[in-house]
């Protein structure tokens, strides 16, 4: 047993505090008490004077495999940043593959957060020793996660109507070459992988990633949606996250990519839609109707200028929210603080009137128990009798505490990660005033820094290529995504999406 005694406790729902002692037995929070009320000469005591207890942050959605291309890009689309994907996340080995999850998630845990979403990478298919290479990052650091393969069976150059004719003959017949696995074999390798899972799902827990709806025939969705309904799989999909998405949507099917979805029947309690940014009222009474969460990414919607997501109308209409800061090459830091503060402030540059707006506390249950439900890890997000003991310790000497006014706006408004000192997770302290217990990060950084050096190296023909494809995927991407100058990304209750197209 252990005694957390002398700190101050976040409560949920309201998310003010209160100063009690947290008990602790094995890796579950058994009750909270008065200071003092209970004295076992058996039990471990921590001592959280001067500290703010809340529950450990969840990051809604993000991707292992590109922490080892952190600060590679400035003024990027997202198609832009889908271009050079070949070069800044292939030609990994196993090592690679371990090391830059283990970046990720010792990154996650200095910023106070204990679980994410995590659609990896791994093409031209998804392996067991690469979705087991994550696992074992994470696991080795203490994060629970859900890893969903992020899956396609049409490449980025096939999946956008028109691009391959642009392309002069010889940069058209290089990316003729990538060439993805057929979806029969993916979804063979996904069910091999899903059905011998030897990990804890306490702690790691096997989803589906099919990443873009039109980078996915139908029948390859309609298989991801199967294989999820018979091994209850969650599934994550990238949605509407850019006005070319939505675009390219309306053209080949006729309808919103939400429609789509729906349409197939891939919409349930056990789907999110990360970013969720160019859709309209129909798209949210249908993500809402469904049970479905989104994951809101602030950060890399504005660096990749995609837009801004409707977090006020998404919570209004009923979608659960959780957040995400995305992977750390399109927003460059995984940092659930900073989301909280961008999706907050993010929804009173709208439309939306000062009432409006979302709270400091409605980002906080979004980056906690919103976050944990988009996961599907019901015990986690909160300070309470049977959730699981993982806690983040803040100090509130820290300076942006000077003084402490409002705990729940603070943390919103002001902390920025400097002020996690320790971070429990089951009830294990992993991160232990200031000092990791499971990773060595001056090992982590010197293994980048050689893997870096080589796959740099190794690397240099594929960027030529994304650099001499770059303007023409520019250049097409932006005329298809071209709309009359009167129509804009707006937040409002109408069709906007049809009117793209005119």
């Known amino acids: 047993m252990i005694i957390i005694h002398g700190g101050r406790v976040l409560r949920p729902g309201t998310f003010a505090s209160e100063l009690l002692d947290v008990i602790v037995d094995g890796d579950t929070i058994v009750d909270l008490t008065a200071p003092a009320s209970v ?58 593959k371990y ?28 392996t067991s020793e690469g979705i087991g290479a994550v696992a074992r990052a994470y696991s080795d650091v203490g994060v629970r996660v859900v890893i969903a393969p992020m899956l396609a069976d049409r490449s980025f150059y096939q999946a956008i109507p028109g691009l391959l004719d642009v392309l002069p003959d010889d940069l ?40 873009i709806p039109h980078h996915c025939s139908d029948a390859f969705l309609v298989e991801c949606r199967d294989l999820g309904a018979e091994l209850e799989l969650r599934i994550q999909m990238h949605v509407a996250e850019s006005k070319l998405q939505a675009i390219v949507g309306q053209r080949r099917y006729g309808k919103s990519l939400v429609a789509h979805l729906d349409a197939l029947g891939l919409l349930s309690p056990r789907f999110c839609a990360a970013h ?22 602030p950060g890399s919607n504005f660096k990749l200028g995609s837009g801004m997501a409707d977090l006020r109308r998404m919570l209004d209409s009923g979608i659960n929210g959780a957040l995400g800061t995305d992977g750390c090459a399109s927003s460059d830091n995984l940092n659930p603080f900073e989301a909280m503060r961008l999706a907050s402030f993010v929804s009173r540059v709208g439309d939306h009137p000062v009432e409006s ?9 979004a980056a906690t128990e919103g976050g944990a439900r988009a996961l599907g890890f ?64 001056v090992k982590l950084r010197t293994q980048a820094e050689e893997a870096v050096a080589r796959l740099s190296s190794q690397a240099r023909d594929g960027r030529a290529l994304s650099e001499r494809l770059a303007p023409f995927v520019g250049q097409h991407c932006n005329a298809l995504a071209a709309a009359p100058h009167h129509v804009h990304q707006v937040w409002g209750n109408g069709p906007v999406l049809p009117e793209l197209l005119r």
């Open 99 to 126: 090391l830059s999850a283990a970046i990720g998630a010792t990154e996650l845990v200095r910023k106070g957060c204990t679980a994410a979403y995590d659609m990896f990478a791994e093409f031209p298919l998804p």
């Open 378 to 441: 019901e015990r986690i997000g909160r300070i309470a009798a049977g959730y699981k003991a993982d806690i983040v310790f803040i100090d509130l000497a820290a300076v942006h505490y000077m003084p402490c006014n409002d705990v729940a706006n603070q943390l919103v408004f002001c902390e920025d990660g400097t002020g996690v000192e320790s971070v429990m997770i089951g009830g294990r302290m992993v991160l232990d005033h200031g000092r990791f217990t499971t990773i060595d990060p």
């Open 357 to 365: 707006w979302v709270t400091s506390r409605e980002a906080l249950h």
């Open 172 to 211: 058209r017949d290089a990316v003729l070459k990538i060439e993805y696995a057929p979806h029969s074999q993916t979804i063979a390798a996904c069910r091999t992988i899903m059905q011998s899972w030897a990990w804890d799902r306490d702690h790691v827990r096997p989803a589906l990633g099919p990443t």
């Open 39 to 96: 004295r076992s000469d058996a039990a471990q005591r921590i001592d959280a004077s001067g500290k703010l207890l809340i529950p450990g942050l969840v990051n809604g959605h993000t991707h292992a495999q590109v922490a080892l291309a952190r600060g590679v890009f400035d003024r990027y689309t997202l198609e832009l940043y889908l271009n050079a994907m070949a070069w800044t996340t292939g030609r990994r080995m196993l090592e690679d």
């Open 276 to 297: 969720g940014i160019w859709i309209d009222a129909d798209d949210r009474s249908r993500l809402s109707g469904a049970g479905a969460s989104i994951a809101h990414n």
